[in-house]
Nanobody, 115 residues
Framework: QVQLVESGGGLVQPGGSLRLSCAAS????????MAWYRQAPGEQRELVAA???????DYTDSVKGRFTISRDNAKKTVYLQMNNMKPEDTAVYYC?????????WGQGTQVTVSS
């Protein structure tokens, strides 16, 4: 059973930082492509950042220069460092893994940016 467990969400003021973690129980984590998505109330889920098995990264335009995705294959964990956060970053953040053409999702962690 593949499990992805997110942590690190919470309340942060505008301009602040948070680091999300996603711990995976995937045996072959090192060959999985991983990503972070988010979903704000009343909106569709959107891709925030992705990292391939080789470490290539990609970001949605609204977070470029502020967010950084990274992975630690030894710990089977993917991270999302979020800096200079804005109220529009408020959403539930989900971790996704793609392995052998199957998607695996975590349960999500709430991130709220508010003063």
């Amino acid at each position: 059973q593949v499990q992805l467990v997110e942590s690190g969400g919470g309340l942060v003021q505008p301009g602040g930082s948070l680091r999300l973690s996603c711990a995976a129980s995937i045996i072959f984590f090192n060959i999985a492509d991983m990503a972070w998505y988010r979903q704000a109330p009343g909106e569709q889920r959107e891709l925030v950042a992705a990292i391939t098995r080789s470490g290539r990264t990609d970001y949605t335009d609204s977070v470029k220069g502020r967010f950084t995705i990274s992975r630690d294959n030894a710990k089977k964990t993917v991270y999302l460092q979020m800096n200079n956060m804005k109220p529009e970053d408020t959403a539930v953040y989900y971790c996704k893994g793609l392995l052998a053409q199957r998607d695996y999702w975590g349960q999500g962690t709430q991130v709220t940016v508010s003063s």
